[in-house]
């Protein structure tokens, strides 16, 4: 059926003007002023609202089989989840282990996503070991399924993280084939020395995540990773950058005409190093890689966010539940920091928190909101008809509320997890309504999405 939102606020990364928008066969069709609505139309008038292209999360974990345990949600959960929170299509890193064959993960990770996902939805292939057999089944991969991303981690070693020689492998096919190599930037050898020096010196509570890991170790692993760029030719993509030194060394790289793009992540935006130190093991809550840092690092990402330093806000969603997962590194029980679970689950919340402490809080333009939100995660990835409002675009858009006020709460989100880490934080604006290829979102009823080809 053909659906029509009139009197809206149109805003993209270019352009911001009231106007109609005729959506039909899954497409943008018409935008103008006073368009006419064939029969059997819905209309929806959002006078007085924001309408935004649908926004693309370029880095999310569901699927995800970590430190002896699963991530909480499943792609019902986190699409729905996603959906409320203004995002229509997201990104997946698939993680195999190294004894696992790539194809097998590819359609494991792919198979579990086209079962019950409500998104529309892409993949970077992790590559956790590179020789002659998972090189051939990476070309096959990125031919025949169009994925045309990789992920590598500079870091867990012994779980996914590659060696040098494995790396270079990776960047020479990438450049080869054309395709982005995704990095997870520290020094895996450091965090696991610091570690083992802060483990035994009776240092195991969660506060002791970030200095086993310090700024230092993640600037190091940028400078590493743009290093083996630069002597490739591959395209790269920082992932969750999260802090000051890590930033200014990709952007020296860039001046120098490496192709190398900057992520960072909302955690690293509303959050900082001392939730970690919350008393009664609460600080477990917040513990992720990299690790949140101090609140001058914050300073400087809205900055470099506000200049375009940084191109996209990510989540690197990644959700366990505290009491039965994050506790299987409490001291109470024996146990230490490198034993929790990494992450903080986030894929609902991105857009209203980065709003809030963007726009809402004159940190950042609306336009530059829509590009780091949406536009250059589908410029940068090739997601073909997505990330703008436009006649031939996807008819994925959010109606969004400026004007609501709200809290964040784990006793109301879709995320399957026991806590969240934004939890009681306000809220400026919300999404009102999340129209996905031209369908508004019922979620009592989601129609499924799709996997996109980006060949």
Not at 297 to 314: E, F, N, R
Request: proline fraction near 6%; hydrophobic fraction near 40%; charge should be negative.
């Amino acid at each position: 059926m053909p659906l029509m939102i009139t009197n809206g606020r149109l805003v993209t990364a270019a352009s911001d003007c009231v106007a109609d928008i005729f959506c039909e066969d899954q497409q943008i069709t018409a935008i103008g002023g006073n368009l006419p609505a064939p029969p059997e139309t819905t209309v929806i008038d959002a006078a007085g609202k924001l309408v935004f292209p649908g926004f693309i999360d370029p880095h999310v974990h569901i699927h995800l089989p970590f430190m002896g345990t699963f991530a909480k949600d499943d792609h019902r959960s986190a699409s729905l989840a996603a959906l409320a929170g203004g995002t229509t299509t997201y990104m997946e890193m698939i993680c195999p282990a190294r004894d696992e064959q790539p194809i097998e993960a590819f359609e494991l990770w792919r198979d579990k996503a086209r079962a019950d996902s409500c998104c529309d939805y892409s993949f970077h292939m992790g590559v956790t070991r590179f020789d002659a057999d998972a090189q051939r089944q990476l070309r096959s991969i990125v031919a025949d399924h169009g994925v045309t991303s990789f992920k590598v981690f500079l870091a867990y070693k012994g779980a996914f993280g590659v060696m040098d020689d494995e790396l270079y492998g990776v960047c020479k096919l990438a450049a080869e084939l054309g395709v982005t190599v995704t990095a997870h930037c520290e020094n895996a050898d450091l965090v696991a020395l610091r570690q083992a020096e802060l483990v035994a010196a009776g240092k195991v509570g969660p506060e002791w995540h970030e200095p086993s890991r310090p700024v230092p170790v993640e600037a190091e692993g940028v400078h590493h990773f743009c290093t083996f760029l630069q002597l490739t030719g591959a395209r790269g993509y920082i992932v969750h950058t999260s802090c000051r030194d890590a930033v200014e060394i990709a952007l020296s790289f860039q001046s120098r005409g490496v192709d190398v793009a900057i992520e960072t992540v909302i955690p690293y935006l509303v959050l900082d190093d001392t939730h970690t130190h919350r008393p009664d093991f609460e600080g477990a809550k917040y513990v992720m890689s990299p690790p949140l840092r101090s609140k001058e690092h914050q300073a400087y990402l809205w900055d470099a966010l506000a200049a375009g330093h940084i191109a996209t806000v990510a989540t690197d969603h990644a959700p366990f539940d505290f009491d039965a997962q994050k506790r299987m590194g409490d001291p109470a029980a024996g146990k230490d920091f490198t034993l929790i679970p990494n992450g903080i689950p986030s894929i609902e919340d991105r857009v209203h928190l980065l709003y809030t402490h963007g726009p809402a809080a004159g940190r950042l333009s609306l336009h530059r909101f829509v590009a780091a939100a949406s536009t250059n995660a589908a410029v940068q990835f090739n997601l073909k008809r997505k990330g703008d409002i436009a006649p031939g675009y996807d008819a994925d858009l959010v109606i969004f509320d400026p004007d609501y006020r709200g809290v964040i709460s784990a006793e109301t989100h879709r995320m399957a997890v026991d806590y969240s880490g934004f939890e009681g934080m306000p809220i400026i604006g919300r999404t009102e309504a999340t129209i996905l290829r031209g369908r508004v979102v019922d979620f009592d009823e989601p129609a499924p999405g799709l996997m996109i080809d980006r060949r």
